[in-house]
């Protein structure tokens, strides 16, 4: 089966005698997290009830905002920008805070990217920048990118890849970068500044970053990861690091790709680039871009859908929440679902209900579910009808 | 992990050699690689000894925890990355296509899979580190940034 | 030397980072070089303050702090203290907590 833990999307995951085989930690917990059951006000009801009572909270909304749809497969997200549409709302997903800037990049072809496949059979260097997939894609080394042999890399991490990190800090990735690579601990645009110094023959703030360059010389595939913690490092200003991506390729092949994130992130980020030339964070009335943690100060109704905002966002927003008629439509027991007016469960995307979604690298992947159950595109269709 | 010092310090030093070996010191070092059982040193089980005994019942715990290659895996610190299995230069010769391209491992019973969301011990025929050509091989665990894998030797 | 251990509140540069086995815990990974400057202590409870908000985690000392001062796991504890503008890393001040915190703190009051 395919997990939907995280944007790797692993396809090789085997469940058998109630074990689940080769899935990380991770999708493990994501696999068999507690069910939620379908609730108004709290107090337990049939899904048939909670369906009815959020298709009238929906329908009454004047100032709908949705926001989640990143764990969903495409057909259901397609659904959700309907609903949207229909009801002029707002409709927002992670990737605003996330790493939807880094597949913006992609999607306006501002930097040049491949496929992990590609990255698997051709890259030496393996540059995770502000990034430690150790812990949040703990399989992206072992699959995709350090350690299979595969293609023209079939003498391993040994001898056919080089590991170099950037972080602010030491992380798991970075102590195997220290053993099989190189770690630069800094700032990103300190990092950016000693990489275009060094191209110069120059020595910045990290001279260590020529031992890098020369790597990538020594190879005409190299890659790039880009991770939270070069987003928020480069403050809104892209410029700078995608100059840096162009200088590089004048060395040697370099390809982009943003490190990782929910399973279908970049489904979402296509879908509405495609819709409306906005990667995420519309409005449907205006036209132009608002985030969902604008939006929802202005908003008497939340529709949230796969995602748990309340875990993951400012606590004003668990607040503004609590306060509007909040509907979570999710597979698992969920913070914001204890203080959501209406719960609807839905069943986990790849177990119990299939379609499409799409790996963090752009590759579609077709789920194979292996149950039936409630999907969530049949759940907004039924909201897209009273509506 | 205890080294012979401390266990030999806890022992008769009387090198009574009841147990077989010849030295209190050699019975120590054996403990450790666990070729001797405690049980084996009689005097131990004397009243005089008892304060010593359960000191050391209580050091090679840890050991009893290790498998016949020396290998301990701590769970509770696995991610489930299986960067120990892909890395595995058994699993590469017996998985090319499989564990090798970083895939889930195909082959019958590997060294370690993951099972669950994180690394377990499947048999350890396969280990390098078994059997009579044994190397002293870490590559597991010198890829596991989280130390979840470690040795007796360690 | 500061004595963290005589309630004397201080800045440290706190960074949010996923980790899979921490994340439903309080737990803050705490750098050496940082505890040795406070005396802070491995297990001691660490109440962290940032814009008016608090969170009480059990210190750890790590490896994986190195660089920074702490480091928080992403998720809902972390939530209570970043913003939409300091999402990864900022700075807050620290002092000696009583009893670490749970969901359950937070979620009650709400």
């Not at chain 3, 209570?80 to 999402?87: K, P, R, V």
């Amino acid at each position: 089966m395919i997990c939907t833990g995280c944007s790797c999307l692993c396809d090789d995951i085997v469940i058998r005698d109630g074990k689940i085989f080769h899935a990380c930690r991770k999708g493990v917990k994501h696999l068999r997290a507690e069910k939620a059951t379908p609730s108004i006000n709290s107090k337990p009801v049939s899904i048939e009830e909670a369906l009815k009572a959020a298709g009238k909270i929906v329908k009454n909304a004047n100032n709908l905002v949705i926001f989640g749809l990143d764990t969903i497969p495409c057909e259901a997200q397609e659904k959700a920008i309907e609903l949207a549409e229909a009801k002029n709302a707002v409709i927002d997903d992670c990737s605003s805070f996330c790493l939807g800037d880094f597949v913006e990049l992609i999607l306006k072809k501002k930097v040049p990217t491949a496929t992990l496949d590609e990255v698997r059979d051709k890259a030496y260097v393996i540059l995770y920048w502000g990034s430690n997939p150790h812990q949040s894609l703990p399989r992206h080394m072992s699959r995709f990118t350090y350690y299979p042999r595969s293609g023209k890399r079939q003498r391993g991490y040994e001898e056919d890849r080089y590991l170099a990190v950037v972080d602010v800090r030491m992380s798991e990735t970075a102590k195997l970068a220290k053993k099989g690579g190189r770690f630069v601990m800094g700032n990103d645009l300190d990092v950016i500044d000693s990489f275009f110094k060094a191209m110069e023959g120059k020595a910045g703030k990290h001279p260590e970053v020529a031992a890098i360059l020369k790597e990538m010389q020594k190879a005409d595939f190299n890659v790039i990861f880009g991770g939270l913690g070069l987003r928020y490092g480069l403050k809104g200003d892209y410029s700078r690091f995608v100059e840096l991506i162009e200088k590089l390729n004048e060395i040697s092949r370099v390809v982009f790709i943003p490190a990782g994130f929910h399973a279908n992130m970049r489904g979402f980020n296509e879908l509405m680039f495609k819709k409306t030339g906005f990667i995420n964070a519309y409005d449907f009335s205006s036209g132009e871009r608002i985030t969902f943690g604008e939006a929802v100060k202005h908003a008497d109704t939340a529709l949230v859908i796969g995602s748990d905002p309340v875990k993951s966002l400012p606590p004003y927003i668990a607040a503004r929440l609590a306060e509007i008629n909040t509907v979570v439509v999710n597979p698992s027991q969920s913070l914001t679902a204890r203080i959501a007016k209406v719960v609807i469960p839905t069943s986990i995307s790849g177990v119990g209900q299939g379609g499409t979604m799409v790996r963090s690298d752009g590759l579609t992947v077709e789920l194979e579910p292996f149950e039936e159950s409630v999907s969530d595109a049949e759940v907004i269709i039924s909201l897209l009808e009273v509506v | 992990m205890p080294n012979p010092m401390e266990i030999y310090k806890l022992l008769p030093k009387t090198n009574c050699r009841v147990c077989g070996e010849q030295t209190c010191m050699s019975f120590a070092f054996k403990l450790l690689t666990k070729e001797r059982k405690l049980e084996e040193c009689k005097p131990l089980y004397t009243p005089e000894y008892e304060v010593q005994r359960k000191k050391l019942e209580e050091i090679l715990v840890v050991i009893e925890k290790a498998t016949e290659t020396g290998l301990i895996v701590d769970e509770e610190k696995c991610v489930g990355c299986a960067n120990c299995i892909v890395s595995c230069p058994v699993h590469v010769e017996k998985d090319p296509y499989g564990a090798a391209m970083g895939k889930g491992i195909t082959v019958e019973d590997p060294i370690l899979r993951i099972e669950d969301g994180v690394v377990k011990i499947v048999k350890l025929d396969l280990c390098r580190r078994y059997g009579e050509n044994r190397t002293l091989c870490v590559v597991c665990r010198e890829n596991c940034p989280n130390d979840a894998i470690s040795f007796l030797e360690d | 030397m500061l004595n963290f251990g005589k309630f004397l509140k201080m800045e440290a540069r706190v960074v949010v980072a996923r980790d899979v086995l921490n994340e439903e815990k309080a737990v803050a990974l705490v750098s050496k070089d940082f505890a040795e400057r406070v005396s802070l202590k491995n297990g001691q409870p660490l109440k962290i303050s940032r814009n008016k908000n608090s969170v009480t985690f059990r210190a750890v000392i790590s490896e994986f702090a190195e660089g920074t001062d702490i480091v928080i796991p992403a998720g809902f504890y972390a939530s209570q203290l970043a913003d939409f503008n300091a999402f990864k890393q900022f700075t807050a001040s620290i002092e000696v907590g009583d009893e670490v915190d749970t969901v359950d703190d937070f979620m009650n009051d709400r």
